[in-house]
């Protein structure tokens, strides 16, 4: 396979991901006016040339919460997002790999962990903690997100499974463990690559859910604590417009670009998803009723 | 690759249909073999009752359609699926529950139908090979890579480097049957190993087959749904069909001579290239 | 109309050439100047390796081509209405279907597993022909069904309640339903049994000889199944046609070196090959990115001379008649090839 064909849609989201992300750790080095924590004016300072998007309800420059607060969310996101995945990928191809009891075993376990309101577990888990570090939240969204990508995965190994390549590794002597890592797992790598794509913009999302109702990471600055502020101060209410919009508006963008990306990368990764190949199936009842295979160019399937 | 008859012996015709035990110089004999997937109502008998005998260094091809059960029985030869009932009896000793797959593998060997999924696209020729290290200790060496790799015609320096997308797939296949070699195996089962291949390439692949058994007195077990390549190569035939064995003896007797109605029908569609009057 | 010939042809394709734009932006020619023809009644057969372009060609002549393949010109006679394809044209939507159908590779694995075959008969008579009553379209299939003694049962089955070789038929039996004057049928038989492929080669004969369809162009890389079902056959290599000849002739006579290795290569269960030692055919068919010059075999003939390599060889015969491309067999016209090789 020569190098792969990315759509518009690929870039436009990378590009919109890459810019949050350079706003998130790069963004702070730069402007360094104010420090997070800094009081620079008064209870919601229109935005003005000192502070470009004012001040919130203790007189904090917005502009350098948002930064700061991008920061924790994206860290956040990224760390949750790692977690959840490798556990699910570990349950996932555990079970489709193994199959039989063991499949049994791990699924009904998954299954069990699904069907607990996760909002729930994380409230309660947040609050038994007590002090909550940004790294804790991200296990605890972690450990309650991994069962969506475990009960993917284990149909895709479940498939692999039944590929000659591992009966000719099995034949060489390879065990299971290395039947796992080197002949399983890499055949699912795009899938656990968008797996994981998901899984970041569900953690940045419920990360902001938690915090707006002030179980967010204490003793520091994310989006969804921003968020829980300009509600609690009545920001809304008396029209302080910048205290919320902004960091609504960057969740949402970031939300909306990572599931962009999910979804290209899947056409990517699936040609049968691509736009023309979904054109002609529309098309198809007018001509023959019966699906027409597009003819590979023979030997470039070799 | 000039017009040179081989050297085939035509053993005996023994002519039953369970060509069995009785042959003293077998190395693999199965005895009432059966496999069953499935309980109850939903049991199917995939391999049912299935008896025959392997002889040292020679071609014995399984011919089936497909569902014939002859891929199941290759796996359980393989030790890749664990028998129903019957025994198996590899070198004269009893392997029916043996677990020791290990060592089991370095006798008995396999190349399966299709040469590319067969392969892992992630490893270079060189890593498939050395993957046998488990198996082989410290006897896998590079020598013995290249000397693999020269028995099925291919040149180390050529291939050794390569992922399998950068190979035909004529090579893809030689170096799958390489792989086997690897082990210095006494059994080596080809499972549809030709089927995915071009004519023209069929034959080569055959060929190096053939070689194996005159040159190095290997027994192979070919398996396929094609008289015409079960007629090239083989020295005895058995015939599957819905999981039973109907028919087997010498290559010679069972498709000119054809004594199953199963096997004359059989025979009977497969098209010619010239009338046989 | 400007054909003299006494009988036109029902099929007349003249300089096809199909490529598939590869992502690095060049263009790999799989069809390239590829004419032929088929009279009525007629089953030509397309032979070749896997890579010679047989199934592009398939596309083509079924007007099925898509992204990333693509017609890069060529010209298409059906039963005197003519279709020139160059420029990327798209055929007319009428004649998918009741002029030329296509009976795709694995077809008996891409029927709708929800839909009866009952139901797939209705879409594909009123696709064509608009508003048509349920009942006369399901009409259409029982008789059919009846006309070649297929089980009527079928009508109401759906496809995973109907074997292997009965779906293959089945779906033989839907692509024709509208009496197409050419049908394509690429790979039909691969992944059958030899008895199921018997059946269904049977019934496409059958079809040809009720009338129900005009012509058949049958594609596959197995000559001993040619030979039972063709009346003619067209050697494919590299994108081209190398020979072309009835069947008989084609496959005793053959006048191309590379018919003549594909034929030598070709295990079937006759005593002699047991005697034999098939060598195949060296090295491998070329990359279609960056063909060989002059004859395209020339690097895996036994029999290329100097010219071979330099330049295109000759045309010897002529497109209706049959013919073959090859310097040698310019030189030595009546020379049996069997004994060169």
């Not at chain 1, 607990?116 to 947040?126: H, R, T």
């Not at chain 1, 656990?192 to 859910?209: D, K, P, T």
């Not at chain 1, 962009?260 to 007018?286: I, K, V, W």
């Not at chain 2, 109907?246 to 290239?273: C, M, N, Q, W």
Request: charged share 20%.
């Amino acid at each position: 396979m020569s190098a792969a064909r990315f759509s518009a849609r690929f870039y436009v989201a990378a590009g919109i991901v890459a810019a949050v992300l350079l706003f998130g750790l790069v963004a702070p080095l730069v402007f360094r006016t104010h420090q997070v924590g800094d009081v620079v004016g008064g209870l919601y300072d229109h935005p003005s040339a000192h502070a470009w998007l004012g001040t919130d309800n203790l007189g904090h420059d917005v502009f350098t919460n948002l930064m700061y607060g991008t920061r924790t969310s994206l860290l956040i996101g990224l760390v949750a997002g790692a977690i959840a995945t490798l556990l699910g990928v570990a349950v996932g191809t555990l079970a489709g790999y193994r199959g039989g009891a063991v499949e049994e075993g791990l699924m009904g376990f998954t299954n069990v962990i699904l069907a607990i309101p996760s909002i729930v577990v994380l409230v309660l888990i947040s609050i038994a903690l007590g002090t909550r570090s940004t790294l804790t939240l991200a296990v605890v969204l972690a450990v309650t997100s991994w069962p969506w990508t475990a009960r993917a995965v284990r149909a895709q190994a479940s498939s692999v499974r039944t590929r000659e390549h591992l009966d000719v590794a099995r034949l060489s002597g390879a065990g299971t463990f290395s039947l796992i890592c080197y002949d399983v797992v890499p055949y699912m790598l795009s899938y656990i690559c968008m797996a994981f794509v998901l899984q970041v913009s569900g953690a940045v999302l419920n990360e902001a859910a938690l915090s707006m109702l002030g179980l967010g990471p204490s003793g520091g600055v994310s989006l969804g604590i921003m968020l829980h502020w300009a509600l609690a101060w009545e920001s809304v209410r008396t029209g302080a417009w910048w205290a919320f919009v902004p960091p609504t508006l960057l969740l949402t963008l970031l939300a909306f670009a990572l599931l962009m990306l999910q979804s290209s990368l899947d056409e990517l990764f699936n040609p049968r998803l691509r736009r023309h190949a979904r054109r002609r199936r529309t098309a198809r009842p007018a001509a023959l009723p019966l699906p027409v295979e597009r003819p590979v160019p023979e030997g470039a399937a070799e | 690759m000039s017009t040179e008859p081989t050297g085939r012996t035509t053993p005996a015709d023994d002519g039953s249909a369970s060509a069995a035990a009785d042959a003293g110089d077998a190395l693999v004999v199965g005895e009432h073999l059966t496999r069953v997937f499935g309980r109850g109502d939903a049991a199917v008998r995939a391999v049912d009752d299935v008896s025959f005998a392997l002889r040292r260094g020679e071609i014995t091809t399984v011919v089936g359609e497909s569902g014939s059960g002859k891929s199941t029985l290759a796996r359980m030869l393989l030790k890749l699926l664990p028998v129903t009932s019957g025994r198996l009896v590899f070198d004269g000793a009893d392997v029916t529950d043996r677990t020791d797959t290990t060592a089991y593998w370095r006798q008995v060997q396999a190349v399966f139908q299709d040469p590319f999924s067969a392969f892992n696209q992630f490893f270079t020729v060189r890593r498939l090979l050395a993957r046998s290290r488990r198996l082989l200790g410290a006897e896998l060496t590079e020598a013995r890579m290249v000397e693999a790799l020269e028995q099925v015609g291919l040149a180390a320096g050529d291939v050794l480097g390569r992922y399998p997308h950068q190979l035909s797939g004529g090579q893809r296949q030689r170096v799958m049957i390489a792989r086997a070699l690897l082990m210095r195996p006494s059994l080596l089962i080809a499972d549809e190993a030709t089927s995915m291949l071009d004519a023209s390439l069929r034959a080569t692949i055959l060929n190096v087959l053939t070689d194996l058994r005159d040159r190095a007195g290997l027994t192979i077990l070919f398996i396929t749904h094609d008289i015409g390549q079960a007629c090239y190569v083989s020295d005895q035939v058995l015939v599957l069909s819905r999981g039973r064995l109907v028919e087997s003896g010498p290559a010679e007797r069972v498709i000119f001579d054809p004594r199953h109605d199963y096997t004359r029908k059989l025979l009977a569609d497969v098209p010619r290239l010239h009338d046989t009057g | 109309m400007s054909d003299t010939a006494p009988a036109a042809p029902l099929v007349r394709a003249r300089g096809l050439r199909a490529a598939y734009r590869s992502q690095r932006g060049s263009d790999v020619v799989a069809v390239d100047d590829v004419s032929l023809e088929l009279s009525g009644g007629q089953v030509l057969g397309i032979a070749g390796e896997s890579g010679s372009g047989k199934s592009t060609l398939a596309a083509v002549l079924s007007l099925t081509a898509r992204p990333p393949l693509s017609v890069l010109g060529g010209e298409l006679t059906i039963d005197g209405e003519q279709l020139d394809l160059s420029g990327g044209r798209r055929p007319p939507r009428t004649w998918r279907g009741s002029v030329v159908s296509l009976l795709p590779q694995g077809a008996m694995n891409s029927l709708s597993a929800t839909t009866r075959v009952g139901d797939l008969a209705v879409d594909v008579v009123r696709a064509h022909r608009g508003r048509v009553r349920r009942a006369d379209a399901l009409d259409l299939l029982t008789d059919r069904l009846d006309a070649l003694d297929l089980p009527r049962r079928v009508v109401d089955s759906y496809p995973h309640q109907l074997s292997g070789g009965m779906r293959q038929r089945v779906v033989t039996v839907l692509s024709t339903l509208l009496d197409p004057k050419l049908l394509i049928a690429d790979e039909p038989t691969s992944a059958l049994d030899v008895s199921t492929q018997r059946a269904l080669t049977e019934l496409l004969r059958e079809l040809l000889h009720r009338g129900l369809v005009g012509g058949i162009v049958f594609v596959t890389h197995d000559l001993p199944v040619l030979r039972a079902v063709a009346d003619r056959i067209a050697i494919m290599y590299a994108g081209q046609l190398v020979e072309v000849g009835d069947t008989a002739g084609l496959i005793d006579d053959p006048r191309h070196p590379y018919t003549a290795a594909l034929l030598a290569s070709v295990l079937v269960p006759e005593p002699q090959i047991r005697t034999r030692r098939v060598g195949g055919i060296a090295g491998a068919p070329p990359d279609l990115a960056a063909p060989p010059t002059g004859c395209r075999f020339h690097p895996r003939c036994s029999l290329a001379t100097d010219v071979c390599a330099e330049q295109s060889p000759p045309l010897l015969g002529t497109i209706g008649a049959g013919y073959s491309t090859c310097w040698w067999r310019a030189e030595h016209p009546d020379e049996p090839l069997e004994a060169r090789l």
